[in-house]
C-alpha cells in the first residue's frame, strides 16, 4: 500500500494510490424539496427576526435514549441550517422543553 514513507517526531505520513482508498461520508447531509424550501421561505418573510416553532420537525415520543435524543437534534438542526444556506439566511436554532424546534432567521 504505501510506496513512500516520512516520518518526523508525533507524525506519520504515507504516500498512497487513489484507487486503495474507500471513502467514507462525513457529518449529516440533508435533503430538501423546493416545495419545503418555498415553504420556509413564506413562514421566515411573515415573521422575519422572530421565533417561529417548527411543528412538523417535533422529535417523535418514541424516541427516548439521550443519544438517539441528541442524533435527531443534530439532523433536524442539519437540516434547518441547510434551509437557512440555500435561502441566504443566517439561522438561530432553540429547542422547547417538550423537544420542538424553535427558529429565527435573519438577513446576512
Not at 487513489?18 to 421566515?44: H, T, V, W
Not at 434551509?83 to 436554532?93: G, H, S, T
Request: aromatic share 10%.
Amino acid at each position: 500500500m504505501s510506496n513512500e514513507k516520512e516520518k518526523n517526531n508525533d507524525f506519520q505520513f504515507e504516500i498512497v494510490n487513489e484507487n486503495e482508498m474507500q471513502f467514507a461520508n462525513r457529518g449529516r447531509k440533508s435533503n430538501i424539496s423546493d416545495e419545503q424550501l418555498e415553504l420556509f421561505d413564506n413562514q421566515i418573510k411573515k415573521s422575519t427576526n422572530k421565533f417561529f416553532i417548527v411543528g412538523s420537525m417535533i422529535m417523535p415520543k418514541d424516541i427516548t435514549e439521550k443519544k438517539a435524543q441528541s442524533n435527531y437534534r443534530a439532523s433536524v438542526s442539519a437540516t434547518l441550517r441547510l434551509i437557512a444556506k440555500k435561502l441566504d439566511y443566517k439561522v438561530n436554532i432553540r429547542w422547547t422543553t417538550n423537544n420542538c424546534p424553535a427558529v429565527k432567521f435573519t438577513k446576512k
